[in-house]
């Protein structure tokens, strides 16, 4: 279990985190998420130990990132890791097998040949998702306890995207790994996370589990015959709303069946409710406390 506690740190004069608290159990997949600047990369590097926190403490199962035993337990897999001029994947391989000894070649191997990497071409001429699928083989072939990935799906195709959800489903069925990841494509995460947790104005905005989280919204789509009456949300949970000319879309926090019932009064000739996914109430969360 990780526990993240009254967490505040810097970078420069600028103030990232302040009072971060949050506890992630063990074998779940956790999304971190937030708009540009919230902390999310600050966050893990604070996680994994490479940077120290000016005040509160991170525990994995009561131990410190620090020490040693607690690292070789983690893997970080930043959005743009380092690589030299020369780099190859099989020597940035061999980097990652001096720390990580028991790192599992039969899950590399797999993985390469499934992603079609060629070991020994420089890192530096393979495209962006290219060098992503050769770090993110790596990454899973450690098996670490604890991975966090920093915008692990960016530059990934669609097929490739596929094929690192499944493994990371495998990770932790197979290894009981928790696994932190943090990227803008929300409705992927919803696809396989089991929780999630909210950056926002230096602090934690709102955590729990990806299903409550979107049950408690409720979305309907309405069109009127004649003009949108100008008292349609009066006293409803309204928490955001686009219109087009008659027809309306609202998103609500509270109970569906009640506010059909107070929008079904106003008459319209259209009332239809439809899903929200965790996109959307992400976007309401946040909207709903002033970003934009």
Avoid: W
């Avoid at 079609?116 to 083989?137: C, H, I, N, W």
């Amino acid at each position: 279990m990780i526990n993240v506690s009254s967490l505040t740190h810097r970078l420069g004069d600028n103030e990232v985190l302040k009072d971060v608290s949050l506890t992630v159990p063990d074998g779940c997949v956790l999304g971190l998420v937030g708009v540009n600047g919230a902390g999310k990369s600050t966050l893990l590097r604070l996680m994994c130990g490479v940077y120290l926190p000016e005040k509160g403490e991170i525990l994995y199962d009561g131990r410190s990132p620090a020490r040693e035993e607690t690292r070789q337990e983690i893997f970080f897999l930043p959005d743009d890791p380092y690589y030299t001029h020369i780099s190859t994947v099989r020597s940035m391989l061999n980097m990652y097998r001096a720390l990580y000894p028991d790192l599992d070649m039969d899950t590399y191997q797999r993985l390469v040949s499934t992603f079609a990497l060629d070991e020994k071409k420089p890192l530096r001429t393979f495209s962006k998702g290219m060098r992503r699928q050769a770090y993110v083989a790596v990454a899973l072939a450690v098996r670490p306890k604890y991975l966090l990935l920093d915008e692990a799906f960016d530059g990934l195709d669609p097929l490739s995207r596929k094929v690192v959800k499944g493994e990371l489903i495998r990770l932790v069925e197979e290894c009981g790994a928790t696994v932190i990841i943090s990227s803008h494509s929300l409705r992927e995460l919803e696809d396989f996370c089991d929780s999630y947790v909210i950056l926002h104005g230096k602090s934690v905005l709102s955590a729990g589990d990806i299903g409550e989280k979107t049950s408690r919204y409720c979305k309907f789509m309405l069109a009127f015959a004649t003009a949108v009456p100008g008292d349609l949300f009066a006293g409803l949970p309204l928490v955001s709303v686009e219109q087009n000319g008659k027809f309306v879309c609202a998103v609500f926090d509270g109970e569906a069946e009640e506010i059909e019932a107070r929008l079904s009064a106003h008459a319209p000739a259209v009332l239809e409710r439809q899903p929200v996914d965790f996109e959307e109430a992400f976007i309401s969360e946040v909207e709903g406390r002033g970003v934009q």
